[in-house]
């Protein structure tokens, strides 16, 4: 069936670094991807979104990278705060149902 | 801004009790899910609703039912609780289904059944 799986369970980066969280997906459908960060004791929030007919879109200090041919979707946090800390899922789907991944435990170090 | 609002935080059952947990939007949207949240493991969908009194199942439906009578709430039914149905479960909604676009997610509830 579908999947969504992230590279690395947790990842942990020095204040000011730039961060990488990484994504795989399966199914060649899907044409709608998603970030969206937990922070402790809350539901997932939105980050940013992609759709399968672009490679890149940015936000306020995140860019989400699309490649469609190894089907992987990368998130970006430039300048990484403490504020940060989280964890991150990336979801995939077509249309309004969407699989998620087991998500990433972003750590800053002071 | 759109809210969605989960009736509890947090919620203690016991075995073979029957657990209802109740989800409310405000952005008259359509679609609603019901997910669970087990560490490792991500979010997992139960089942969803794409309008009143429609619903499918998701990936692990076993161990539950849903309710939806008005557009505005959508309720996830235990039938019996059972100790592996201890998790974080998350309610969620969007706008109809054939558009792309993000899900919003209430706070969670945490429920432990014993």
């Known amino acids: 069936g579908e999947s969504v799986g992230l590279h690395l369970p947790t990842l942990s980066v020095q204040e000011g670094d730039n961060s990488i969280i990484n994504c795989a997906y399966s199914?060649?459908?899907?044409?709608?991807f998603i970030w969206y960060k937990q922070e402790s004791g809350k539901g997932p929030q939105f980050i940013i979104d992609?759709?399968?007919?672009?490679d890149k879109r940015q936000g306020q200090r995140v860019t989400v990278l699309l490649n469609k041919t190894v089907k992987h979707l990368s998130l970006q946090i430039a300048a990484t705060q403490p504020g940060d800390s989280a964890v991150y899922f990336c979801?995939?789907?077509?249309?309004?149902?969407?699989?998620f991944g087991q998500g990433t435990e972003l750590s800053v170090k002071p | 801004d759109v809210k969605v609002t989960q009736s509890s935080r947090y919620l203690v059952k016991r075995t073979g009790e029957k657990v209802f947990l109740e989800c409310v939007q405000d952005?008259?949207?359509?679609?609603m899910f019901w997910y669970r949240q087990d560490p490792g493991l991500g979010l997992r969908l139960i089942y969803f609703?794409?309008?009143?009194?429609?619903?499918e199942k998701g990936d692990i439906p076993e161990g539950y039912s849903v309710s939806r009578e008005k557009k505005e709430r959508f309720s996830l039914i235990l039938e019996s609780a059972s100790t592996n149905q201890t998790s974080m479960y998350l309610c969620?909604?969007?706008?109809?289904?054939?558009?792309?676009?993000?899900?919003?997610f209430g706070q969670g509830t945490r429920l432990t059944v014993v």
């Open positions: 969620a909604s969007s706008f109809r289904i054939r558009v792309n676009t993000e899900a919003f």
């Open positions: 979801a995939a789907g077509p249309g309004g149902k969407l699989i």
């Open positions: 952005m008259d949207h359509e679609n």
């Open positions: 199914n060649s459908a899907s044409d709608y």
């Open positions: 992609i759709r399968s007919n672009m």
């Open positions: 609703s794409y309008d009143v009194k429609m619903k």
